[in-house]
């Protein structure tokens, strides 16, 4: 009788609990929507799913608000004030811009931001961005798990020695560490580097891949953004540039490599996940969100790249929110909850199997110091009509990366001098 009694009171305290209530700031339009739409319904169907599977997270509903901002300034300030002021526990961004434009608000709100951009690199280290997480592989460590990969296929790493590696980037938005570390990996291990920027003209991307194709780089790494990776693709079929020597870091637009077909094949990416949607977490986003026309999401939307990297990220907040909760032991939540759980957080190949998911992504952990993760990489390959996997596991250079991420910290105090020192201590949850 007492057991039934505290079973029903937990019940009862789960319905009467105030829902957990999480933003995210989307590019659904503007110039980042070909990806923005897509992120965001794979963080919305997630979540989604949760709660109408689960009833929220540990049996409390899920508040999800988006605000679309379009890559504006202005209009993700207005979204941030809306959020503040609504109580919410944790902030997602779609781009680098976005992010950096937050940072000061939500350290003094106490807001921790999960950042959905790569190119960002700082947002990775908390001892100078505490309320920041960037949970991806990043652009640095995307470069060296890219070079690792074309080095296992040679026979290791001193058979890099000699060859040529092209890196074609945006000349507006590219990192400058990016380039940088392709040059120090190149000195290590004895390859050339040839740098292509691309100034995203209509004439300049023609002419880019001319240059290209008479520099003949052994291989080439893009950096492009979105819809400008797979015009770099069309445009390097067009000049006859082979695409088995194409490796990317940053998800071309599905609809720019599917039309592309059976030219493309054996055209390479870089990701922190899986590509498809053979995994039972995705039956269940079926089930309980597609089924029910609770999606935005195209049929053949799901299992795409950047549905799938929502998806990702969707599941760290919510591991995140899941892990606060147990140390509030009912309380309600606060930023300063969901940060210091995110500061904590470990997901293992068992875990990720538990959430139906496993496959999806390589174990993480997120550290006071280290709010990225440093994930191993998937490399996989278009076959034509899909992505196949050819490799995973692939580990960043920690060293390399670190003496990187080292140098960006320094550059960005000297560019912030207001930027306070780290004040939360570091700790973990009860």
């Known amino acids: ?99 950096q434009d937050l940072l000061e608000p939500a350290a003094r709100d106490r807001i921790p931001i999960l950042s959905l951009a790569d190119g960002f690199p700082a947002g990775t280290r908390g001892d100078l961005l505490p309320w920041v997480f960037n949970p991806s592989s990043t652009v640095l460590g995307g470069i060296t798990i890219a070079i690792r990969y074309l080095a296992n296929r040679l026979g290791g790493l001193s058979e890099l020695q000699g060859l040529s590696i092209g890196l074609v980037y945006s000349h507006a938005g590219a990192d400058p560490s990016a380039l ?31 240059r290209i194709a008479a520099a003949r780089p052994d291989h080439v790494i893009l950096l492009g953004q979105g819809t400008r990776s797979g015009v770099s693709i069309e445009e390097a079929l067009k000049v006859g540039f082979p695409p088995d020597r194409m490796i990317a870091l940053r998800w071309p637009d599905q609809d720019g490599i599917r039309r592309t077909g059976s030219a493309s094949r054996g055209f390479k990416e870089v990701s ?78 068992s875990r990720w199997k ?28 278009w076959d034509g009509a899909k992505w196949l996997r050819v490799a995973e596991g692939v580990p960043q250079m920690s060293d390399i990366v670190d003496a990187r991420l080292d140098a960006v910290v320094a550059e960005f105090r000297t560019a912030n001098p207001a930027l306070p020192a780290r004040a939360e201590p570091c700790g973990s949850l009860p």
């Open 1 to 99: 009788m007492a057991v039934t009694a505290l079973i029903l009171a937990f019940c009862l305290s789960a319905e009467a609990a105030e829902p957990v209530r999480m933003t995210l700031l989307t590019n659904r339009t503007g110039p980042g929507a070909a990806i923005g739409a897509r992120v965001a319904n794979g963080v919305h169907d997630y979540l989604e799913m949760l709660n109408q599977r689960d009833g929220g997270i540990g049996g409390v509903p899920l508040q999800v608000e988006e605000c679309e901002v379009a890559s504006e300034v202005e209009r993700a300030r207005a979204c941030y004030a809306a959020a503040q002021a609504s109580g919410t526990v944790l902030i997602t961004t779609p781009d680098r811009g976005i992010t």
């Open 180 to 210: 940088v570390i392709l040059q120090e990996l190149g000195t290590r291990y004895g390859f050339s580097t040839l740098l292509f920027a691309d100034d995203e003209t209509e004439a300049g991307k023609a002419a880019l891949w001319t």
């Open 354 to 381: 538990g959430l139906g998911l496993a496959g999806f992504a390589h174990s993480l952990t997120f550290t006071c110091r280290d709010h990225g993760g440093r994930p191993s990489g998937f490399v996989q390959v």
């Open 272 to 349: 922190r996940h899986a590509f498809g949607d053979a995994f039972p977490a995705f039956d269940a986003i079926d089930t309980f969100v597609a089924d029910r026309g609770l999606s935005s999401t195209p049929k053949d939307g799901s299992g795409e790249t950047h549905y799938n990297r929502g998806v990702y990220n969707a599941v760290l907040a919510a591991e995140a929110i899941a892990e606060a909760q147990r140390a509030r032991r009912g309380a309600p939540l606060r930023g300063a909850d969901v940060r210091l759980a995110f500061e904590g957080l470990s997901i293992d190949d």
